[in-house]
């Protein structure tokens, strides 16, 4: 036996290294990817899960890559480009700016970007502010808007003026002959509506921030949604799963559809089988008792018939009163004699 257990031994001894080497890869290349760090440009220290294109393989998170092009990082996201200002990983967000509005010039955006679309994207969950900058092209002058024109992209036939707003702009807040042609988030704090100039262009050119996740990059991939674990920054985002909404949904709406069962069982005895019951009653303590009445009217009915009259021997009838002895006794000595 001790023969056959040492023989098993060695036979497994070659494999111990290479589970001692699955067990410790992991942790080994979760670390790798923590302190691998490159830079572009102003952009130093760009480390897990960003990494830049051409960075060797266990650097950072693919879905997390930009691309460094003139010495400036560049994110492509939502088929926009975007020059990356800046990276928090202690607030984890990032600063970016539409590549056309970077500089300070008068322009569009390079790709229009509402706020519901730039927060669909599981890789960068949520902005840090909600301020939009509008570009609104109108057919005729809107006198009102006339220090918001933007003298680039307006001329005879065509009037461009850009308007800030804390949300996506109503169809009946956009003047008439008027659509909106392109937008983009700001990190703009109030809602005044700037007049076209210096101050404008500098607002447009700080870009904005967004939140990077990369458990909420996680719960997309696996087809979950992603929520906020902790309100406090940075914010912790953590996969809602359905089976967890079931749970604490589940209670209540067994407690609903019992409680609304015995509501309306209850208004179903109260109003319909209450009166029904009580109609039925009523009925039948009203047929007994014209039953009744009808069979003593019957019986006395049958106790007012007259006494059958005796016959006479010709078939002719007398009418002689019953309660007459006197003719009763002529009557039977008639029917002697005969």
């Avoid at 699955?22 to 979760?30: K, Y």
């Avoid at 005879?156 to 109503?170: A, G």
């Avoid at 939140?211 to 912790?236: A, D, Q």
């Amino acid at each position: 036996m001790r023969i056959e257990a040492s023989a098993a031994f060695t036979s497994s001894r070659p494999l111990f290294p290479l589970f001692i080497f699955l067990f410790f890869i992991p942790g080994f290349h979760a670390r790798n990817l923590q302190q691998c760090s490159s830079s572009c440009g102003d952009l130093t220290n760009i480390s897990y899960p960003f990494r830049l294109q051409g960075d060797p393989a266990g650097c950072g998170d693919v879905d997390f890559q930009l691309s460094c092009q003139n010495n400036t990082a560049i994110l492509n996201f939502r088929g926009g480009k975007y020059y990356v200002k800046g990276i928090s990983y202690d607030k984890r967000t990032i600063r970016v700016v539409d590549v056309n509005l970077a500089h300070g010039t008068c322009g569009l955006p390079y790709k229009s970007l509402s706020m519901s679309e730039a927060t669909e994207d599981g890789r960068f969950p949520s902005l840090i502010t909600f301020w939009l900058a509008n570009f609104v092209n109108c057919s005729n002058t809107i006198p009102e808007l006339t220090d918001s024109k933007v003298p680039c992209l307006s001329g005879d036939t065509s009037h461009v003026y850009v308007n800030f707003s804390n949300r996506n702009l109503f169809g009946y807040e956009i003047p008439r002959n008027c659509k909106v042609i392109s937008m983009i988030p700001t990190s703009s704090e109030n809602e005044l509506n700037y007049p076209y100039n210096e101050t404008t262009l500098k607002l447009l050119a700080t870009g904005f921030d967004l939140r990077w996740s990369v458990e909420c990059r996680n719960c997309h991939t696996s087809g979950l949604s992603c929520v906020y674990k902790s309100n406090n920054n940075p914010r912790i985002f953590q996969c809602e799963t359905l089976y967890e909404d079931y749970k604490t949904l589940l209670p209540a709406v067994i407690a609903y559809l019992v409680s609304d069962h015995l509501i309306v069982k209850a208004l179903l005895v109260r109003f319909i089988l209450a009166p029904l019951v009580v109609f039925v009653f009523l009925l039948h303590k009203c047929l007994t008792t014209r039953k009744t009445v009808g069979n003593a009217e019957h019986v006395g009915d049958l106790q007012m018939l007259p006494k059958p009259v005796p016959c006479s021997p010709q078939g002719h009838t007398r009418n002689l009163p019953s309660d007459s002895p006197k003719q009763v006794l002529i009557a039977a000595s008639i029917e002697r004699s005969a």
